[in-house]
């Protein structure tokens, strides 16, 4: 509670520019789904409110998803009926809830960091790409569509920015680098960034509405016209507004057609999801950890809802988290709040978002690409070794060039071709009924340390009990795995903090980059009593 109270002003900021970011990605992944615009925003907002509430998530943001767009045209097309597709919502909501109970969820914790790092770096060059043509005014595409190959024009990434130069709108291209500095001087300019009441995404979005209302009143040919602007539907009346709602067709229960349908959202939604929670783990500046399988069942339950009322199905995105973070959002009442804006917005004011120019929300957008594919991170993961760079740079490349799920699948490839060139070790779990408050364990590593012994490694910290002594024996190693060197490193400078846990290490090598606080493992055995194998 004192941590949502610390961060509540920020926290809702944040919510304000996730808001901000959602909206148009709402549309346009309703738009590129061939689905009815306004049931991305409902998704938008169940993912916001009800998702996030019941998340163990303190930073992902759910919503419509990019990954999910032609498995929902080709459902919508097969099917023949949108009522028959929520059916099938409805159904993968019911399927991730049951992935949550039987624990499927625990699969994250496999996801070796250098090939999350990837993806992340990998959306944030899509990003960027993407952006570019919405940024000088070329509007072809939908936003939200990430893929390389476009939906709606049959273009790529590339050749859609070749086209988009062919067709620059100035005005739309002042507008951006207008916006864009903005944002730059508010991360850079010492008083601006102590502005914490009004985000710099806020700024750059009433600079852009502005910018393009004095175009439009003095008659210039620079004025950005409704095709490039926010397209909220705008219903004439309440009775209008709840005929925006659908059901889903219960006679198609017994079409097998239905639950193949679902049970394909279920499988590529929960991998999305997981995907996105252990990417949002790692970007977390406090560094805590969520679980797996809370969030399968709080997918489960948003997409249930969602299918419903006449929602598309849902995931945990990467953009929107990204843009969580990034603004500064700290707990899950960010995601909570973006989740209430757009619901008001979608019922009081329309017509004002409705006058938002893209190219203002792709200068925002182009900013979080920028962070995410920063040149640090390449420097980062290269100077981590070619077995962390490797399958980290093909990873950018098979996302950059398929998509989301395939070029984490050929990263994750890559990936295990080099964690296999090392000796496999069985990891042990941490019985917390055997030990007590204030006793001393001794954790003593193997020869070999994969990211396969992550899950069992994290599990054992986690539970160690609050107010002990803890030795962490990494004397007899020959390798340990970044991920797992990554996951001490974070639990001696966080989790132990937090539990007033002493921790000791002894045995790291000096390539490992941990500091050691003993100097012989006699020194450790001396003042041990227990020890966990």
Same mark, same amino acid.
């Given at each position: ?22 909206? #148009? ?15 991305? &925003? ?24 990019? =990954? ?26 019911? &399927? ?10 625990? &699969? ?46 049959? /273009? ?12 620059? /709108? ?9 916006? &864009? ?89 929960? *991998? ?12 977390? #500046? ?13 997918? =489960?339950? =948003? ?9 598309? #199905? ?23 709040? /973006? ?24 200068? *925002? ?5 920028? $962070? ?69 364990? $001794? ?10 012994? @992550?899950?069992?490694? @994290? ?53 490992? $980059? ?20």
């Amino acid at each position: 509670m004192k941590l949502e109270t610390k961060y509540f002003k920020t926290d809702l900021l944040a919510g304000l520019v996730v808001f901000l970011v959602a909206l #148009p990605l709402c549309l346009g992944i309703a738009l590129a789904s061939g689905a009815p615009l306004f049931s991305g &925003i409902i998704t938008g907002v169940i993912g916001g409110i009800v998702v996030g509430f019941l998340s163990g998530s303190n930073l992902s943001v759910t919503g419509p998803a990019a =990954g999910l767009t032609a498995i929902v045209l080709a459902g919508i097309t097969s099917l023949g009926s949108f009522d028959l597709f929520l059916l099938s919502v409805v159904i993968a909501g019911g &399927i991730q809830l049951l992935l949550g109970f039987i624990k499927a969820g625990t &699969i994250s914790n496999y996801f070796p960091s250098n090939v999350i790092e990837g993806m992340l770096t990998g959306i944030g060059v899509i990003i960027i790409l993407k952006q570019i043509p919405h940024a000088v005014g070329y509007d072809k595409d939908s936003e939200g569509d990430f893929a390389f190959i476009e939906n709606n024009t049959g /273009h790529n990434t590339l050749t859609a920015i070749t086209d988009a130069i062919n067709s620059v /709108h100035y005005g739309a291209v002042i507008i951006t680098v207008i916006c &864009i500095s903005i944002l730059i001087a508010f991360n850079k300019i010492p008083f601006l960034k102590k502005i914490k009441l009004i985000p710099g995404g806020l700024v750059a979005v009433i600079a852009g509405v502005l910018l393009n209302e004095l175009f439009i009143g003095t008659g210039s040919k620079l004025a950005v016209e409704s095709e490039h602007l926010v397209n909220l539907p705008m219903p004439g009346s309440i009775n209008e507004f709840f005929q925006q709602f659908s059901l889903p067709d219960f006679g198609g229960i017994k079409n097998s057609s239905v639950w193949i349908l679902g049970l394909t959202i279920a499988i590529v939604a929960s *991998i999305e999801t997981l995907l996105c929670l252990e990417a949002s783990d790692k970007m977390d #500046p406090l560094k805590r950890y969520s679980s797996g399988n809370t969030e399968l069942k709080a997918q =489960g339950i =948003g997409n249930i809802i969602a299918g419903m009322i006449g929602g598309l #199905p849902m995931t945990s995105v990467i953009v929107r988290t990204s843009a969580n973070i990034n603004s500064g959002g700290r707990t899950k009442l960010s995601t909570i709040a /973006h989740g209430v804006f757009l619901l008001l917005a979608v019922v009081s004011i329309p017509s004002i978002l409705n006058k938002i120019p893209l190219a203002a929300l792709a200068a *925002i957008l182009i900013m979080i690409g920028l $962070k995410l594919a920063s040149p640090k991170v390449f420097k980062h993961q290269w100077q981590n070794g070619r077995f962390q760079f490797i399958p980290f740079i093909i990873t950018v490349l098979a996302v950059v060039f398929t998509d989301l799920l395939k070029g984490v699948g050929i990263g994750l490839v890559f990936s295990i071709i080099f964690i296999l060139r090392g000796n496999m070790k069985l990891a042990y779990f941490f019985r917390k009924d055997k030990h007590k408050e204030g006793e001393l364990i $001794k954790i003593k590593l193997a020869q070999e340390v994969s990211f396969l012994n @992550k899950a069992a490694i @994290k599990q054992t910290l986690v539970h160690l009990p609050k107010n002990s002594i803890v030795v962490i024996d990494a004397s007899e190693t020959v390798y340990i795995d970044h991920d797992v060197l990554e996951l001490i490193k974070d639990f001696v400078d966080f989790t132990s903090t937090d539990k007033n846990i002493k921790v000791d290490l002894v045995g790291f090598k000096e390539a490992y $980059k941990i500091e050691n606080t003993i100097s012989h493992v006699n020194d450790a055995d001396a003042i041990l009593e227990k020890e966990v194998l």
